[in-house]
């Protein structure tokens, strides 16, 4: 490969959560491991692989000029985000004034559901659920109605409609958070599960938030569908968040990017967004995006993707060989598995804490999955060499499964 995905970053002392701040962030980390063990970072949803260079050189490019004022984005701005939509996922008729920013994506939830309902109203989510949109919305006022997948005969997430639907009538829902591809169960929608349940938002009236930071990251064989892709309706009714930050792994640098096309819907999020006065960008994040969105970073994710491709095959064989009663789905995209430990805790006689807590003794630092609405299950980042991920299993079969 052209890029390095196999040199283990040290990434100590140099502001990782992942590394220097287990248990900083509430339901996601516990402890340090015992003496003799390094912690292998499986928890938060960062990689540890360096950034494409093309990212680094356009922060130090940008930075040499010492003057850091007010800003406008270039037009180079927005057209990088035209050919990368255009690009990755086929979009056409994408044009600057339908992008907008967003501090994140989470920010951009909260600016599009102030925009469409009123705080206290009821907004549909899948379950599991991303811990962000539990966090987010709950702490500013929506009230969460799950509507929760099912897992098909081959063991596939699916979304259960006739259960969509009967929550969307029965609570009179006008907003709901669609995450695609979904994290944490790794489902790369097909198309025609995108029409179904756009028609059911369609029939009952509600506005869609998409999330769809994880669009980069789908697996060999699998491709992204926009949702505002499927229909003209949707197309009009959708607003669409996007962000380098997953794909380049950019999170401590902020910044994502909305998209709408509808006029009236645009000019309301942006209103709602605007309000706080903090939703702006920041220049340095701003090059990172126009470096990371080139035909170098085009390169470097088709290798990521394959790197991640071949650590989700390693994991899940290896898992479902020797770790018997762990249950999970192969994830199409995303780099987490969410694994199902029901059975293994009930034939060991075991918490889902105590097992967690077991894996943090021997330095495998995975995710409680409780905080995503997983009742017995675990989270777990491939997003690092695959030498690790193969140290990451050989530590759990020898000392905790």
């Known amino acids: 490969m052209k890029y390095d995905f196999t040199t283990i970053l040290d990434r100590r002392g140099r502001d990782a959560m992942a590394v220097d701040a287990p248990g900083g962030m509430p339901g996601f980390?516990?402890?340090?491991?015992?003496?003799?063990?390094?912690?292998?970072?499986?928890?938060?949803?960062?990689?540890?692989?360096?950034?494409?260079?093309?990212?680094?050189?356009?922060?130090?490019?940008?930075?040499?000029?010492?003057?850091?004022?007010?800003?406008?984005?270039?037009?180079?701005?927005?057209?990088?985000?035209?050919?990368?939509?255009?690009?990755?996922?086929?979009?056409?008729?994408?044009?600057?004034?339908?992008?907008?920013?967003?501090?994140?994506?989470?920010?951009?939830?909260?600016?599009?559901?102030?925009?469409?309902?009123?705080?206290?109203?009821?907004?549909?989510?899948?379950?599991?659920?991303?811990?962000?949109?539990?966090?987010?919305?709950?702490?500013?006022?929506?009230?969460?109605?799950?509507?929760?997948?099912?897992?098909?005969?081959?063991?596939?997430?699916?979304?259960?409609?006739?259960?969509?639907?009967?929550?969307?009538?029965?609570?009179?829902?006008?907003?709901?958070?669609?995450?695609?591809?979904?994290?944490?169960?790794?489902?790369?929608?097909?198309?025609?599960?995108?029409?179904?349940?756009?028609?059911?938002?369609?029939?009952?009236?509600?506005?869609?938030?998409?999330?769809?930071?994880?669009?980069?990251?789908?697996?060999?064989?699998?491709?992204?569908?926009?949702?505002?892709?499927?229909?003209?309706?949707?197309?009009?009714?959708?607003?669409?968040?996007?962000?380098p930050s997953k794909t380049f792994n950019l999170a401590g640098l902020v910044g994502s990017y909305r998209i709408i096309y509808d006029p009236w819907l645009r000019d309301r999020v942006e209103r709602e967004a605007s309000l706080s006065h903090y939703n702006n960008m920041n220049v340095l994040s701003m090059h990172a995006l126009m470096g990371a969105y080139s035909p170098e970073g085009r390169e470097w994710v088709d290798e990521l993707r394959q790197v991640l491709t071949e650590n989700v095959d390693y994991a899940t064989d290896f898992i479902r060989e020797h770790f018997k009663g762990v249950e999970l789905f192969k994830p199409q995209g995303t780099y987490m598995l969410f694994l199902d430990c029901t059975e293994w805790c009930a034939h060991h006689g075991k918490t889902i804490g105590e097992l967690l807590q077991a894996g943090w003794d021997v330095g495998v630092a995975w995710q409680d999955g409780r905080s995503f609405h997983g009742p017995c299950h675990i989270r777990m980042n491939l997003a690092l060499p695959l030498s690790r991920v193969r140290e990451a299993m050989a530590r759990l079969e020898k000392h905790v499964f």
């Open 29 to 243: 980390g516990l402890s340090r491991p015992r003496e003799g063990f390094d912690l292998i970072p499986m928890w938060v949803a960062d990689m540890n692989f360096p950034a494409v260079p093309t990212i680094p050189q356009a922060i130090m490019e940008r930075a040499r000029h010492a003057a850091y004022g007010y800003f406008q984005p270039p037009e180079g701005y927005f057209d990088a985000i035209i050919r990368w939509q255009a690009d990755r996922n086929g979009v056409t008729g994408l044009t600057g004034e339908c992008i907008g920013y967003e501090n994140g994506v989470l920010g951009g939830v909260l600016s599009a559901l102030g925009a469409v309902c009123s705080r206290g109203e009821e907004v549909l989510v899948h379950s599991p659920t991303y811990i962000g949109f539990t966090s987010c919305m709950e702490n500013c006022g929506y009230r969460i109605v799950h509507s929760p997948m099912v897992r098909d005969g081959d063991g596939v997430w699916r979304m259960d409609f006739e259960d969509m639907e009967k929550k969307l009538a029965e609570h009179r829902i006008h907003a709901a958070v669609f995450c695609s591809p979904h994290n944490p169960c790794g489902r790369v929608w097909e198309r025609w599960e995108i029409e179904r349940a756009m028609e059911l938002f369609r029939e009952y009236g509600v506005f869609v938030i998409s999330d769809e930071i994880w669009s980069d990251l789908t697996l060999s064989g699998y491709r992204h569908i926009p949702t505002q892709s499927v229909s003209e309706d949707a197309r009009r009714r959708t607003v669409a968040l996007y962000a």
